[in-house]
Structure formats: C-alpha cells, structure tokens
C-alpha cells in the first residue's frame, strides 16, 4: 500500500504507537523521561524493527491489538485528570503517538482504496 507496508502493516503500526504512548505517558505524568529512540539506531529503524516483527501476524490478530490497545489507551486518557493535560510533555507525546500521527496514515489508506476499489 505504502512502500512495502500493507494496510495490516499500517494497522499494526498504529497500534505500536499507541503502545508506547500507553508505556511513557504514566512515566511522563510521575516525571520521567522516556528512553530514547536512539537505542534502536532512530526512530524509523524503531519502526521498521516493530513493523518485522508484526508481520507475521494475521489480519485479525492485527484488529484485536488494534481494539485492545486503542481501547486501552481511550480508558487511560479518560481516567488522567484533566489537570495533567497541562504538561506539556504529556501532551506533547499524546499528540505525537497518537491523534496527530492517525491523519497521514488514514490519508495512505484512503488513498490505496481509491485507487485499487475506485471509491
């Protein structure tokens, strides 16, 4: 669809990065700090480590972590206390793993369906 990634991949994906929001947002809120993607050699070998790794998943294991982790991550934000949204690293990782990451990848996707389902 994109690249070598398929719609599965992008899915997945997704999901990894609403995983780590899960995993550093409380470290976050308990001031923290995150470690750093440089330990992967950057951020896009990061993915590319992640996304190998989830290749081999099926489709509908993909759509479960999918559901599992999002559902997960809506509860969180939902329990945080409106109080920490004020932080700016916070919100800064909230933004970057999540609602600000979710448009270029629903816009790929769109864009595969159009052209492979004429929609």
Same mark, same amino acid.
């Given at each position: 669809?994109?690249?070598?990634?398929?719609?599965?991949?992008?899915?997945?994906?997704?999901t990894t990065w609403e995983g780590e929001a899960l995993?550093?947002?409380?470290?976050?809120?308990?001031?923290?700090?995150?470690?750093?993607?440089?330990?992967?050699?950057?951020?896009?070998?990061?993915? !590319? @480590?992640?996304?190998? *790794?989830? #290749?081999?998943?099926? +489709?509908? &294991?993909?759509?479960?972590?999918?559901?599992?982790?999002?559902?997960?991550?809506?509860?969180?934000?939902?329990?945080?206390?409106?109080?920490?949204?004020?932080?700016?690293?916070?919100?800064?990782?909230?933004?970057?793993?999540?609602?600000?990451?979710?448009?270029?990848? !629903? @816009?790929?996707?769109? *864009?595969? #369906?159009?052209?492979? +389902?004429? &929609?």
């Amino acid at each position: 669809m994109t690249g070598d990634w398929s719609v599965k991949d992008v899915l997945a994906h997704v999901t990894t990065w609403e995983g780590e929001a899960l995993r550093h947002l409380p470290l976050i809120l308990a001031g923290g700090r995150p470690p750093r993607y440089v330990r992967y050699g950057g951020i896009d070998a990061f993915n !590319a @480590k992640m996304t190998e *790794e989830k #290749r081999g998943l099926s +489709l509908s &294991e993909v759509l479960r972590q999918l559901e599992d982790t999002h559902g997960h991550l809506i509860d969180f934000v939902r329990r945080t206390p409106e109080a920490n949204y004020g932080n700016t690293r916070f919100r800064r990782r909230l933004r970057l793993d999540t609602y600000s990451h979710y448009p270029q990848h !629903a @816009k790929a996707i769109r *864009e595969w #369906r159009e052209q492979r +389902l004429g &929609e």
